[in-house]
């Protein structure tokens, strides 16, 4: 008897045991459920900017090539011997200095058979010239003495004209390149002497899409620089082709740049150019790096302020906007956001429609190079 009711006592603890631990098995799967479905996910972390209007400073902007206002090839137009090279590479010359003296020895031995010539034939002419007033000449032996004048000063003439020929000048101020000449080598004409350029001003060669170029006038301002953010060069329109190339529906435009502070610009070199268009008032702008692009279209997100649970909060809300142009790291926003809204700058990839956020502005970061975030710096 007293075994069975020990039996009976073990058999009722072992159900009871297995009855409890089921029973806290579900108590603790549900207080999990409920920790987890109570639980309020913290507030991430952005950066915020507002909606402005601004002034936008529209313009054309191209891809332009540059060349010296004036800049040439030096060569010489008669053959001959190189005696003397008078300069040396990237030396600054003045206007009319001889830079390449050609052998020219005959021509000037030649040049006092000529004079003595000309003062002859002058002679004979005046002599002539006077008989012909006293009546005693006649008027042939006059018009042969005013032939055979003419005939020697052309020739004295173009007896000059070689031996100026032989002296390579320099047509205007500038500086001259690397001599590819030596002394003593045999020039043909047209033989390149160096590259000879005047780097005060700049001519810049660049194309617009037929689109933008009824926008192009003559005097117009432009902007150039090296870099797409760094224009610091200011010029303007000097011409614009009166056609459309009809392969590359582009047309042509030239510009000048009057100051070119310590040869900055080189002949040849890619240059980014900018036409100035007139300034646009009250243009709804936000930074680029507040749009975000996906499949459906372009989106910001909003921060408006909602109540959960009595307590103000900050909610990320997404709205999808219609951009216009962009410039300077801001964009146009034609739709969507209205100015004096708040949108957030930085931080989205950690967002979704409806997540709690926190402002920390302490970094501007749409006002940080791009370039110095990548490096770190």
Not at 47 to 56: D, G, M
Not at 284 to 306: N, W
Not at 353 to 365: F, M, P, W
């Amino acid at each position: 008897m007293k075994r069975r009711i020990v039996v009976s006592l073990v058999f009722i603890l072992a159900v009871g045991l297995c009855a409890g631990l089921v029973w806290f098995n579900f108590f603790k799967d549900k207080m999990i459920k409920d920790f987890f479905a109570n639980m309020k996910a913290p507030p991430q972390v952005i950066s915020s900017a507002k909606v402005e209007t601004k002034t936008w400073n529209p313009a054309v902007s191209a891809i332009g090539t540059a060349r010296a206002a004036n800049g040439v090839e030096l060569s010489f137009e008669i053959q001959g011997i190189v005696k003397e090279i008078k300069f040396k590479a990237n030396q600054e010359v003045r206007k009319g200095e001889v830079l390449v003296q050609l052998d020219d020895a005959v021509e000037r031995a030649d040049l006092t058979d000529v004079q003595a010539a000309v003062k002859v034939a002058e002679s004979n002419f005046e002599r002539a010239k006077t008989l012909s007033a006293r009546g005693y000449g006649t008027e042939a032996n006059f018009d042969q003495a005013s032939a055979a004048q003419a005939a020697a000063r052309s020739r004295l003439a173009r007896l000059e004209a070689t031996i100026e020929q032989k002296a390579l000048k320099a047509p205007f101020s500038g500086i001259i390149g690397i001599p590819r000449i030596d002394i003593g080598q045999y020039l043909q004409p047209g033989t390149v002497i160096a590259s000879f350029q005047d780097l005060s001003s700049m001519k810049v060669d660049f194309t617009v899409p037929e689109q933008e170029a009824s926008k192009i006038k003559l005097g117009q301002e432009v902007r150039v620089g090296v870099a797409d953010n760094d224009l610091r060069f200011a010029g303007r329109v000097t011409g614009k082709d009166p056609r459309v190339d009809p392969k590359t529906r582009l047309v042509s435009v030239q510009g000048i740049v009057e100051a070119n502070k310590d040869g900055a610009i080189l002949p040849g070199q890619f240059l980014h150019v900018e036409a100035v268009l007139p300034a646009e008032p009250n243009v709804v702008t936000i930074p680029q790096t507040a749009v975000i692009t996906s499949l459906y279209g372009d989106y910001v997100y909003t921060i408006e302020p909602e109540d959960k649970g009595g307590q103000k909060v900050d909610v990320a809300k997404q709205v999808f906007v219609k951009l216009g142009r962009r410039r300077g790291g801001t964009v146009e926003i034609l739709s969507g956001v209205e100015p004096g809204q708040q949108v957030v700058a930085s931080g989205q990839n950690k967002l979704q429609a409806g997540s709690t956020v926190k402002i920390n502005n302490t970094i501007d970061l749409t006002k940080v190079d791009a370039t110095k975030l990548a490096t770190g710096e």
